[in-house]
């Protein structure tokens, strides 16, 4: 069956490294995406791998191991706009694109 | 440039009424979904179209729920007969070419519907 598992919250402080792990267990693969989502708001779109290793995009990176099933994401530099919901989302061979519940990442100053 | 439009922002219906939620995609974005999101939750799926075809509604929670993206553009999802589980937001997101992986989704800002 589908399964998409991320830690429910973390806290980490202003200034900080924190990273988000996400393990999967999904029909097929056609890669994986992390949104961000603020409270009220739209997911907005993050990362992308589909390739095993570490994407790097300014503070964010993300990182897939497609043989562990498990990929993370790392947030470097935290600010206080960080605060939000990040979501892992993997698209199956089907095109369709299942989320975790999300994890609440609260930045303590 | 434009994004993804839905409609009505909030809604509030009594048990037992029909709604009607609307998804303006990006112009010319061939693939659309539906997502339900709980307070505190991910979104989870409902169903999703390529064009006007409904490639998957196995998400859909019971036969009160019902999509159509019939000219392969605007998308309605209609809840008949609304019960208070049905209470949460309503995403439509949509996305760009088929075989295209790599492209994101792109959210509308949602349908609150809210079941008194």
């Known amino acids: 069956g589908q399964n998409i598992d991320q830690p429910t919250e973390m806290t980490a402080t202003e200034g900080a490294i924190v990273q988000i792990n996400c393990t999967y267990q999904t029909s097929g693969f056609n890669g994986l995406f992390w949104y961000q989502q603020h409270a009220g708001e739209a997911p907005t779109f993050l990362s992308y791998?589909?390739?095993?290793g570490l994407e790097e995009k300014g503070r964010f990176s993300s990182f897939l191991s497609r043989s562990k099933g498990y990929s993370y994401l790392l947030l470097k530099e935290l600010q206080m706009k960080d605060s939000a919901s990040y979501l892992c989302?993997?698209?199956?061979?089907?095109?369709?694109?299942?989320f975790g519940k999300g994890t609440r990442l609260h930045i303590l100053p | 440039g434009a994004g993804v439009s839905q409609s009505p922002r909030y809604k509030v219906a009594k048990r037992g009424q029909d709604v009607a939620l609307r998804c303006d995609p990006i112009?010319?974005?061939?693939?659309l979904f539906w997502y339900q999101q709980a307070l505190g939750q991910g979104p989870e799926f409902l169903t999703y179209f390529q064009n006007e075809a409904q490639l998957d509604k196995s998400g859909l929670p019971s036969d009160r729920f019902f999509a159509e993206r019939p000219e392969g553009s605007v998308s309605t999802l209609k809840i008949q007969r609304t019960q208070q589980e049905d209470s949460a937001v309503y995403l439509c997101a949509s996305s760009p070419t088929l075989g295209n992986y790599n492209s994101p989704l792109h959210f509308g800002n949602g349908t609150r519907l809210t079941v008194t």
């Open positions: 791998n589909v390739l095993d």
């Open positions: 989302a993997v698209r199956e061979e089907d095109d369709k694109i299942i």
């Open positions: 112009s010319g974005h061939v693939s």
